[in-house]
Structure formats: C-alpha cells, structure tokens
C-alpha cells in the first residue's frame, strides 16, 4: 500500500477517477503535485470533475500515462476543496516545481486569455 501511494505521488500522470450521480465512474488524467505531505491537483473550475466532487468528494487514483491508461492499481481518495491563499500558493509553487517550463506555459496561456482566476485547486487526500 506505501509502494502504491508512492508511486501515486511521484507519477507524472495520476489517474483521477470521479463519481456520477448514478454511480459510474469518470475517469480523467491529471498532474499532482506534492509539498509539505499535501498532494494538489489543479483543473478549470467550469469542468465536471468539478462538479461531481462538489457533490460527491470521493475519488480514486492511479499512476497512468498521459493519455490515461492505468499503469497501477487504484487507490481510494478523496477531494477537499483548497481556498486559502497561502495553501493555493503552496499548491501552485509545488505545481510549477514538478513540471517546470510546461506548467509556466500553461500558467501563461491562462493569465493571457484571462481565464487564470477560473483554475479550482484540489487538495487530495489517500
């Protein structure tokens, strides 16, 4: 199990699955960052996963490629909601630590089209 949450928060892709109403599962590949013990996931905030973990916290997680197919086992999690700036900041600075140039290209692409404040920051908990 400390080998699979390892390799979960060292994996350049992380599988995150969410919950539809009617219980079926969406599965989508996501970056994860990790700073002081805390795992971040950061998505726009008009996406569904958005959505369902608004309703429903509850995820799984798995080390995938980029394009989402599973390299691991599942693990259980869940989703917090991340609204103090200090944490957002924390959250965004492991972010850009871990994925370098690519996740400075997107924060650009963002803040150009204006769409910067409409990121949602996930802490994840497994």
Known sequence: M???R???SEARYVNLATFRRD???VRKPVWM????????????????KVKRLRRNPRLRLAVCDMR???RSDWLDGHAAFVTD???????YQ???AKYGWQMRLI????WLSGRMNQRELLEIFF
């Open 107 to 110: 924060d650009l692409s963002s």
């Open 68 to 70: 989402g197919a599973i």
């Open 6 to 8: 390892s390799a979960i």
């Open 94 to 96: 492991a972010l850009r």
């Open 2 to 4: 400390d080998t699979l």
């Open 85 to 91: 700036p200090a944490d957002q900041a924390l959250g």
């Open 33 to 48: 960052a990790e700073a002081a013990g805390r795992h971040f996931v950061f998505t726009a905030r008009t996406l569904g």
């Open 23 to 25: 219980g079926r599962e």
